[in-house]
């Protein structure tokens, strides 16, 4: 079975531009969470979303935003970028949104802003 | 913002011998969560230990939790070149927020 799916691997943007990183979980996984990892750090929780609804936002902009699809997969929406924004972005999905689901991560996309 | 500290930052051991990561965390937690991470890349899960649990096995990883010091650790024996990756510790807490928070993490490398 696939895993989780990103696309696309690397991105080079410049600040001010518009991103969208893409997402699929694996078949049967409903819920899927969106983490951005500077160099250096732990990933940082950004979003969650449970059957096409948001279950959970993390502590960033609302530059950042995303949605889910009736597929369950996903978009990370990024706007007017800043250099700041240069990370690992990961994605994670998981059956369901009870305590102790293991989360499936993708390989992860990387953005860099110029 | 992180939730807590793994320590040491990085580790450097010889093939066969063991390894141990320790994990320190801020709020009261429902569980807790080990992933290795290769080369930057994505995170797969490891172990999970449960807040009312204080020791679990899994293969070559022996996972403790305390939860009254908040800290938790993790032992890799007989450690092989290819466990060469990031641990990092995660957590859920109590109040379901249904979101894990990491720490920054520990590198492990194992030399042959």
């Known amino acids: 079975d696939a895993g989780v799916t990103q696309s696309p691997t690397h991105l080079i943007k410049t600040r001010g531009q518009h991103v969208t990183l893409r997402c699929s979980p694996i078949?049967?996984?409903?819920?899927v969470s969106w983490y951005q990892q500077v160099l250096g750090q732990g990933p940082q929780f950004i979003f969650q979303?449970?059957?096409?609804?948001?279950?959970g936002r993390g502590n960033f902009p609302d530059r950042f935003s995303a949605r889910q699809f009736p597929n369950y997969s996903s978009e990370l929406n990024v706007n007017a970028l800043l250099l700041g924004d240069s990370a690992l972005y990961l994605c994670?999905?998981?059956?369901?949104?009870?305590?102790?689901?293991?989360?499936?991560f993708g390989p992860g996309t990387r953005l860099l802003v110029l | 913002s992180q939730q807590g500290e793994e320590d040491p930052q990085a580790l450097s051991i010889q093939e066969g011998e063991n390894a141990t990561m320790n994990c320190s965390y801020k709020?009261?937690?429902?569980?807790l969560q080990w992933y290795r991470q290769n080369s930057g890349r994505g995170l797969v899960h490891l172990i999970l230990?449960?807040?009312?649990?204080r020791e679990k096995h899994s293969g070559r990883l022996r996972v403790t939790l305390d939860t009254s010091k908040k800290s938790s650790s993790l032992l890799i024996t007989a450690s092989r070149a290819a466990d060469t990756a990031s641990y990092f510790c995660?957590?859920?807490?109590?109040?379901?927020?249904?979101?894990?928070?990491f720490g920054k993490g520990t590198k492990l490398t194992v030399n042959p």
């Open positions: 995660a957590t859920e807490d109590q109040g379901g927020s249904e979101k894990l928070v």
């Open positions: 709020t009261s937690i429902n569980n």
């Open positions: 979303y449970y059957e096409k609804e948001e279950r």
């Open positions: 994670a999905s998981s059956l369901g949104t009870g305590l102790g689901e293991t989360q499936y």
């Open positions: 230990i449960r807040s009312n649990e």
């Open positions: 078949s049967g996984h409903k819920s």
